[in-house]
């Protein structure tokens, strides 16, 4: 089981990145998909969510309004357009994978980073002027 993240880069405020998060060795309609991030020096933060049985999304207030997760089931990748960047949106973005049946009715359950099972190596997104 696999997950490569890719896409990140240095980004000036403002302008915007698209993330992508491509899975291997199993397949993304069993298992629901998240966005965490990890700033230098704090904990890993949960950004976005997606549920691949019927799509139902989910983002951190610090993001909501300016990201969107979607899904290429085809393509068994999950992308993270990230608009209208910010300084503090300076991260190693990470997606990760539950496996369905380890999901609970909790709300906000999803950004949660512990409730993971399966995380891709990281891509580094630097918003600087």
């Known amino acids: 089981v696999q997950l490569q993240a890719s896409g990140g880069g240095l980004v000036q405020p403002g302008g915007s990145l698209k993330l992508s998060c491509a899975a291997s060795g199993f397949t993304l309609d069993e298992n629901d998909i998240g966005w965490i991030r990890q700033a230098p020096g704090k904990a890993r933060e949960g950004v976005s969510s997606?549920?691949?049985?019927?799509?139902?999304?989910d983002y951190a207030d610090s993001v909501k309004g300016r990201f969107t997760i979607s899904r290429d089931n085809a393509k068994n990748t999950v992308y993270l357009q990230m608009n209208n960047l910010k300084p503090e949106d300076t991260a190693v973005y990470y997606c990760a994978a539950i496996e369905r049946w380890r999901v609970r009715r909790a709300q906000h359950f999803l950004l949660r980073p512990s409730v993971y099972t399966y995380w891709g190596q990281g891509t580094l997104v630097t918003v600087s002027s």
């Open positions: 997606i549920k691949l049985n019927d799509g139902s999304t």
